[in-house]
């Protein structure tokens, strides 16, 4: 057993399956091969705004047979009516920029004016708000940070987590949440450094309405969005500690994993879990925390190709530190586990 961990790094008239595919618009079967250190690493080919593909991080692919786009067809063509595509996009410099972040100020403002007043916000706003971060631009991702669209959005979604009946309110905000931070790493890390632990909070509170029922409507689509900026914070070398440090985020994520509500949701939190257990300082405490080991274990048995293949990256995240060897060996189906996943490939 080594001791090397793997890094596992539009119309407004919404589509789900075209928000989840575009980001990964040319995206290849990764190849393994040894990386630097002997960490196991996946090479990509070109270049795509998605920050999971930086640099392994860890498979992705969905050509093997395994995920498939189809529980992804739902159109939630209610909840957006206007239409703002980034390859509408013609940037004029300076001029451009400048309106854009008067645009962008309005919006913060707006959604700052509702979260205070503990109201949603109008049809026409959201739609507003929607097209103005539906698009594949890391560099406006980033002028959205730096306006402060996440702080309102996080700000927003406080508010309207204490109003009854806001399923369809909260899927609005975490689909914008999880576009704004596909915007580059060291944006993202100032957003966590302002609000991370306040939104991974509020974060998690959404994780288990939509796990324990409490949201009727599509629980899937709102898990999907949750999960995936847990991921792009994982990306974070500052955000990895912090984050394994909160038990509520690592039982959120074994809920996850255990549920079937979601299987791209469940190879998500995987890949976050895996992520976070890249980082020396986390992996004995991960092993040890109720049900996380069992709970990849289980994943490893039952679930598609790429779902396998995450929960061995997971495990073997966690092996790498000489301190767990004995209690997952121990551990029970662990052996198993790992005898299926080699000979599995």
Known sequence: MGNSPIQTGTTAEYDSAELDVAPRRNEK???????????????????????????REPLRSYSDGGATRNDDEETYDEYYTSTNRDDQYIDDGKNNKRRRGKKLQLLVDVLNQAAVAKQSLSQFEYDELHNEVNHENEGKHDDEIEAGLATALCRLLEAVLIMPNTDKEVAKICVD???????????????????????????????????????????????KRVIKVFGYFALLKSARVPMANNTGMLDGLVKVVNTDISSMARVDAIWTISNLAFTDANRVKMAAHPGLVGALIGASARGHTETRNEAAAALMNLAAASQNHDKLVYHVGYLSALRNLLASG
């Open 177 to 223: 949440l999880e576009l704004v931070y596909r915007c580059s790493d060291p944006s993202r890390d100032e957003s966590f450094e302002a609000i991370g632990l306040e939104l991974v909070h509020l974060i998690l509170q959404v994780l288990d309405r939509c796990v324990d029922g409490t949201f009727k409507r599509e629980p899937e689509f709102i898990l």
């Open 29 to 55: 079967v990764a190849t393994w091969g040894a990386g630097p250190g002997g960490a196991v690493s996946a090479g990509h080919g070109g270049n795509t705004s998605d920050p999971r593909d930086a640099p």
